[in-house]
């Protein structure tokens, strides 16, 4: 079993959807949680931090349930500027374990 | 402007060569890290460095090599051991390995076969 999970997708909406990403780990002793977004052949970039009692940036809420093991992010009103994967990271002792993605395509 | 830089961006490695990717910063940061991303996939760290002269092997060490002599350069060399090194390596840094906090990305160097 894969340490970060996540649904590769695509997710395929229109613009102005709402749309949510789910992500389980496995390490009940991850430490810090993340959202990354990465454009098509680009670095990751940093999209959130993930806090325990959730947060929201704009039109971004993340959530983090450490009973679960689960974490989600929440994208209100697409953007096409939103078209991404994301990518789900959780920390142990500073080393940070990346999921494979989820692929997000927002069409006009 | 602060950031890491890698270097070069394409690279082409012939049967039984040994290639160096290049990665330094100048954000002060004693962590350093090497990933390789596969398409569809996500990141796997290959090496890492706590501080200069002192470096870990991650998840997929085998056919690569590192070093750290300055704290802010850590070059990669991916060897004729590794046998499919067709991938994105991607460098990053942070203050410390053991401060749980977001790392900063270089832009990558693209390596293939020819």
């Known amino acids: 079993r894969k340490e970060v999970e996540q649904d590769p997708g695509p997710f395929n909406v229109p613009e102005g959807a709402t749309v949510a990403f789910n992500c389980t780990y496995s390490?009940?002793?991850?430490?810090?949680f993340f959202w990354y977004r990465q454009d098509c052949r680009k670095e990751p970039k940093l999209l959130m931090s993930v806090y325990s009692s959730g947060n929201e940036d704009g039109r971004f809420t993340a959530q983090l349930n450490r009973a679960s093991q689960y974490i989600s992010l929440l994208i209100r009103d697409s953007k096409l500027s939103d078209s991404a994967t994301y990518l789900c990271?959780?920390?142990?002792?500073?080393?940070?374990?990346f999921g494979q993605g989820t692929t997000l395509q927002v069409k006009p | 402007d602060g950031g890491i830089t890698q270097s070069p961006k394409y690279l082409f490695r012939k049967e039984g060569q040994n290639v160096t990717l290049s990665c330094e910063q100048n954000?002060?940061?004693?962590?350093m890290y090497w990933y390789r991303q596969d398409p569809g996939q996500g990141l796997r760290l290959i090496y890492y460095s706590q501080i200069v002269n002192d470096f870990q092997k991650g998840d997929i060490a085998e056919g690569y090599s590192v070093s750290r002599e300055k704290k802010e350069s850590f070059p990669l060399t991916v060897t004729s051991a590794q046998k499919n090194p067709t991938a994105f390596y991607l460098c990053a840094s942070n203050y410390a390995v053991t401060v749980d906090q977001p790392q900063h990305f270089g832009d990558g160097t693209r390596l293939s076969i020819l």
């Open positions: 390490n009940s002793a991850s430490q810090s």
């Open positions: 954000l002060n940061h004693d962590a």
């Open positions: 990271v959780v920390t142990n002792t500073g080393k940070l374990i």
